[in-house]
Each structure stands twice: as C-alpha cells, then as structure tokens.
C-alpha cells in the first residue's frame, strides 16, 4: 500500500538565510516536506509556499497552491501582484518580530524624548548646553498603525508614562491609548504631537500620508520615526520640514528605493537617522512554529489565523 504523499512547502526566498529556514521548519513541521526554489520539482505538487521578493506571476505558476504566507508582516510587495492566485495569504506574526520593533520604538522615542538628536548635534559643533526635556506624561506621543506591531508599540510607549495617541483605518481600543480612526480624524489625531510614529501597512489610503499637511499639524520641532513603508513618505516634504524647523529629527528605516542611494540627501542629513530596513527581523527560531501552527490548521480544514484582507492591503 503506498503511503499517502506528505503535503510540500515551497520556500522561495530571496535575499534571506534559507539553510536557517529549512532547519526551523524541518524541526516545527516535521509533516511537511520542504523544497527549495528553484528546485521545486513538479510545480502540481506545491500545496502551500513561503514567499518574500518574487517576482510578478511567479505564484500563478503552481495549480495545487492552498495558501501562500509571507515571511515578513508586510505584504505589499505580495498583494501588487496582480496576477496572484486566489489563495488565502497569510502575513507572519512572529512574537520575535513584534518585539523586536517595540524595542526599535521605544528606544527611538526615548531618544528623541531624551533630547539626544539636539545633544549630537550640539557634539559636532562642540557646544556644551543642556536642555531638559518635558516629563513622558507632558510628552504627546502619535503612533499610525495600531495593529499587532503598531498595538504593542502604543502599550509599551504608554507604559512610559506618555501621552500616547493612535490613528488606525477603523477604531481600535488600546487601554492608556487615545484612539482616532479614518481619514477625517487624522488632523485631529496628529494635533501637537511631538513625535510622531508610523508602523502603517502600504495601502492607497497610505500612500504619501506623511506629506506637508501632517508635519504642519505636528506641534513646533516635532520629531519622525517612520518604519512603515517608504512609499508613505513625501521625502521632499520632509526635507522642507526640518529646513523650517517644524520637524527637529528624522529616524527613517524605511526608504521608496532601498538600498537608499549614496547620493540621497537624507545621508548626509545632520539630523536624519538612516537605518538600513533593520529596526525588525523574522527569526526562523521563533517564526517556524507560527507559520507550522497555521500549517496544521489549513491541513485539518480549519481557517489560518493572521490571513490578509486584499481589498483593504493587509
């Protein structure tokens, strides 16, 4: 009697450490048998796939497909494929990933509560002038996304005392949180924050809602943490913003063309922070028994946990 045929993950992955992936997988979904792009063998034999930076139609080609998962939270990259096929697509929540980011936050907003932007560039002129920042329950706090990223990263800032405020596409409670959701409440929302967060999916909705409008909401010398996505900042709206002064600061991990070129402003920038796409990573160790969980539910007919909304981009 030939036994029946496990089910076939196929992990096509660029740019990432696929010999880590495999192991995690190997050990979180022992069930599951694993190929790796581009040897993939027969393309009707793929039930499921791993996917981060594919090429446009590169999924339509496996008939049998069940599901495709990300290997990362975001999934524009994915959902701007037109032709992908009609399969649930399903983001990773990796506990490793989240806290990663809410220590990214945190430690940025710190520094820039903290004062330590004006002390750097204070140290390159060698001017010794100390300034005390307000306490954290004086300091308003915005953060764009509230989400399983954006949500951690709002309680963990609140934790600290701020005055935290969140904006999201519909409403969302967060406890110590004040909540705004849509289009028409973002002025309000963005009203005298002194930092501004964004942790916002890449949607038409976001796409260049950092512009001039939003910093002139800000309050005076408000300062940017953007780990979004780059498409959402107006880059030349912001360079206008810290020539006039009306944002102190820039801490940027995410760029419209990454790598960011040698030649961009923002590199040389006194006070912009360039971070290369790193404030977060997806750890195989932590991100295998997630993605393996899902698997098991999608093999026993049960829905996936974390699928993506197409029609609102996450």
């Keep these: 009697m030939t036994a029946p045929r496990r089910p076939v993950l196929l992990v096509a992955c660029e ?6 992936w495999l192991q995690a997988l190997r050990a979180a979904a022992p069930e599951v048998e694993l190929r790796l792009w581009p040897d ?29 998962f990300s290997l990362g939270a975001g999934v524009d990259g994915l959902l ?3 032709s992908l096929p009609d399969v649930p697509i399903v983001r990773m929540a990796d506990p490793s990933l989240t806290g990663a980011m809410v220590e990214f936050v945190v430690m940025r907003t710190l520094h820039h509560h903290r004062l330590i932007h004006l002390y750097e560039q204070q140290q390159a002129a060698a001017v010794w002038r100390p300034a005390r920042p307000p306490l954290a329950r004086d300091r308003r706090v915005g953060v764009m996304g509230l989400g399983a990223l954006g949500g951690a990263c709002a309680r963990s800032l609140a934790s600290f005392g701020f005055q935290v405020r969140g904006w999201s596409r519909g409403p969302r409670e967060i406890a110590g ?24 999916p890449l949607t038409a909705e976001t796409h260049d ?9 800000l309050a005076p010398q408000a300062c940017l943490i953007q780990v979004g996505r ?7 709206d912001l360079l206008a913003a810290l020539e006039s002064g009306q944002i102190a600061a820039a801490t940027l ?15 040389a920038h006194p006070r912009v922070r360039v971070i290369p796409h790193a404030a977060a990573f997806t750890y195989p160790e932590t991100a295998a028994p997630v993605l393996a969980a899902n698997l098991r539910r999608l093999l026993t007919g049960a829905p996936a946990e ?8 996450y």
């Design 15 to 20: 740019g990432v450490d696929t010999e880590a």
């Design 80 to 82: 701007a494929d037109a």
């Design 230 to 236: 780059g498409a959402q900042l107006v880059e030349a």
């Design 209 to 217: 809602v950092l512009d001039a409008r939003l910093f002139a909401a």
């Design 306 to 313: 974390d699928v993506v909304d197409p029609g609102a981009g």
């Design 177 to 200: 949180v004040e909540t705004f959701h849509g289009l028409a409440a973002l002025a309000d929302f963005a009203a005298g924050c002194e930092i501004l967060v964004c942790l916002l």
């Design 253 to 267: 991990d995410v760029f419209r063309s990454e790598p960011l070129p040698g030649d961009h402003p923002f590199w």
């Design 40 to 68: 993939g063998g027969d393309p009707a034999e793929i039930d499921f796939g791993l996917a981060w930076g594919n090429p446009p139609g590169f999924w339509r080609a496996f008939p049998s497909l069940r599901a495709i």
